[in-house]
């Protein structure tokens, strides 16, 4: 009935229905942040999950066991961190007064290059402090409500993954009830493309995660800077989330150094050994190891991350790749919504639509095309 529709009047439907998709995610965030966690975990852990039933294990025990198995990854790496931060902590006298000292350089220059003194940067800074300590008080009601939102978030995620995982066959049924019978193998398809792209997107960034420690973090400890490890782990988990996280693991990385060591040199190194890092990662390893169907734009990667930050934090902006490989999927296989799966696409052509009228069309013969320029995988083979 919605083909029958004007274009205008379709169009103006779509727009309305992400306007409002959009407002119900805001709304409902501390739910849907959850969830969608649970649900790519859920994925992630469905190898596991099946190999227990393939072995005859009972579906509780099964899902259980794959939880256990989750539980103690995730409690490993907390227990990493938290080592990692006690010998920081430990290593705080030393720490202090490195800080001074690059404080003290930074008063001379401030001096020589500006008309105030030493006397009256203290002066500034003491009377700024206040305003800030002031100001960190009343900040505490919204640390403690935020720390309030972890546990919950972090209580709520096992439960989820085992009501997801149990009832995996229901959740199934209720998505094919959605559409017509001559629409189910296409259903079929998308379900078993965006589960093989989910999949190879988490383990590919588990294999991110060790081998960029390894590369940071055992580099660094090999050229002998302090709390190498905790750089280079915290540098890989950061750049997880796309741009927006190597920028984030550099700063915090040139901290770390900065207030462990009185020398430049040091930073220096950290930032040539994070910048190597990156170039093997992005141009070699990554794309070798994330084999994925569907490839996301730059443009649309950017604003999905902001848009995912500013909706759910740093949970937003990790799902949001995820999120939008998933709605790709969707759009590519649903005849309204194909031009929204261009726009998330990665499919560029080499010549202007403007000077190319064949490329203004939904072909699949130009799409083919366009996909073997790009090196993309056709999205509809398995």
């Known amino acids: ?67 256990m198995a989750l539980i103690v990854v995730v409690g490993l790496i907390v227990w990493f961190f938290s080592y990692q931060i006690s010998n920081l902590v430990s290593d705080f006298p030393t720490i202090q007064a490195n800080v001074t000292k690059h404080l003290q350089s930074l008063s001379v220059w401030i001096e020589n290059i500006t008309p105030y003194s030493t006397e009256e940067q203290t002066s500034f800074i003491s009377e700024q402090s206040g305003r800030v300590l002031g100001y960190a008080g009343n900040m505490l009601s ?32 209720f998505v094919f009830f959605w559409f017509p019978k001559d629409s189910h193998k296409k259903v079929e398809d998308a379900m078993r493309e965006m589960e093989v792209i989910i999949k190879s997107y ?23 800077i302090k709390h190498a490890l905790l750089i280079g782990v915290i540098f ?47 141009n070699i390893l990554m794309p070798r190891i994330v084999g994925s169907k569907v490839k996301i734009n730059a443009l649309a990667t950017i604003v999905g991350v902001i848009v995912g930050g500013e909706i759910a934090g740093i949970i937003g902006m990790f799902l949001s790749l995820p999120l939008i490989a998933v709605f790709k999927i969707i759009f590519d296989r649903t005849e309204n919504f194909k031009q929204w799966g261009v726009l998330f696409g990665d499919e560029k052509p080499a010549v202007s639509p ?20 790009n090196d993309i995988e056709p999205t509809g083979e398995q």
């Open 1 to 67: 009935m919605i083909n029958k529709l004007p274009l205008t009047v379709r169009r103006s439907i779509e727009i309305m229905g992400l306007f409002f998709l959009g407002w119900i995610i805001v709304l409902a965030k501390d739910l849907l942040a959850p969830l969608l966690m649970a649900f790519f975990l859920s994925i992630m852990l469905l190898p596991l999950y099946r190999f227990f039933r393939r072995k005859r294990f009972p579906d509780v025990l099964s899902i259980a066991v794959s939880l």
């Open 142 to 173: 919204g640390a403690a409500l935020s720390i309030t939102n972890i546990f919950i978030f972090l209580g709520l995620l096992p439960i989820y993954i085992f009501l997801l995982l149990f009832y995996k066959n229901l959740l199934l049924r």
């Open 202 to 224: 988490l383990f590919g960034l588990l294999i991110q995660v060790s081998y960029m420690t390894v590369l940071v973090g055992g580099t660094l400890m090999i050229i002998g």
């Open 236 to 282: 890989a988990f950061l750049n997880l989330i796309p741009y927006v996280g190597a920028l984030l693991g550099n700063i915090i990385g040139v901290l770390l150094t900065l207030a462990s060591s009185s020398e430049l040199w040091p930073i220096i190194t950290v930032l040539g050994v994070i910048a190597g890092a990156q170039f093997l990662d992005n």
């Open 354 to 373: 403007m000077q190319e009228p064949a490329l203004r069309n939904d072909d699949d013969q130009v799409k083919r095309q366009l996909e073997r320029e």
